[in-house]
Structure formats: structure tokens, C-alpha cells
């Protein structure tokens, strides 16, 4: 069984910088591409950003593209996403999942394993 944490969410101005993190145990961390999802009452969950087995290959949602950036660290089992020039509309509870794969896919649905979440509130 995999466990994902995430940590790191808080309440931040605009334009501010955040870094959350998500530790994984349970398997074989380097077996699984990792991504993050927001998830608001409005928008449901929506998929922000993935990163492969290597870092090889990351993914980005268009609404993040060029402000966040997703990478993970294999000898740590735990993956990041900086996020920068924040705005009211990144406000979320923010998911990182796990997906038994070397892809990675955009649907929440195919993934195998998701964090608890941590709340990102950014003011304006």
C-alpha cells in the first residue's frame, strides 16, 4: 500500500511563492509517475501538474505553465511543486497522486493512490 503526504499549503498574498511537497512510502518510489491536483468546490478536482519516473517528462495544466514547477527527488521519495506568482484563482486544496506508471496521464480517475491534501489560499 502507498502512502502519500503532502505538506507545505498555507495562506500567501498574490504574487507570493509557496513550495509544497509530498512524501511517499510504502513502495517502489521510482515504479510510479507522481502529479498534483487542485480541488475547489467550483472546479472539482483538476490536474496541475505531473512528473514521470526520472523527471524526464513533466506536465503542466495551461492555467499554471510558467509559474509552477514540479520535480521530484528519487533518493528522498518525495516530489515538489514551486509555485510562483500566485494568484486568488490557485486557491485549492492541493492532491498529489501516484500512478503505478512511466507515464503520465491527466485523468484523476486513473490514478492509483492520492494524499490527504493541503490547503493553498492565496488572498487578494
Known amino acids: 500500500q502507498v502512502q502519500l503526504v503532502e505538506s507545505g499549503g498555507g495562506l500567501v498574498q498574490a504574487g507570493d511563492s509557496l513550495s509544497l511537497s509530498c512524501a511517499f512510502a510504502g513502495r517502489t518510489f521510482i515504479s510510479y509517475s507522481i502529479s498534483w491536483f487542485r480541488q475547489t468546490p467550483r472546479e472539482g478536482r483538476q490536474f496541475v501538474a505531473g512528473?514521470?519516473?526520472?523527471?524526464?517528462?513533466?506536465l503542466y495544466a495551461d492555467s499554471v505553465k510558467g509559474r509552477f514547477t514540479i520535480s521530484r527527488d528519487n533518493a528522498k521519495n518525495t516530489v515538489f511543486l514551486q509555485m510562483t506568482d500566485l494568484k486568488p484563482e490557485d486557491t485549492a486544496v492541493y492532491y498529489c497522486?501516484?500512478?503505478?506508471?512511466?507515464?503520465?496521464?491527466?485523468?484523476?480517475?486513473?490514478?492509483?493512490?492520492w494524499g490527504q491534501g493541503t490547503q493553498v489560499t492565496v488572498s487578494s
Open positions: 497522486a501516484a500512478l503505478l506508471s512511466t507515464v503520465v496521464v491527466f485523468g484523476a480517475e486513473d490514478y492509483d493512490y
Open positions: 512528473i514521470n519516473w526520472n523527471g524526464g517528462t513533466t
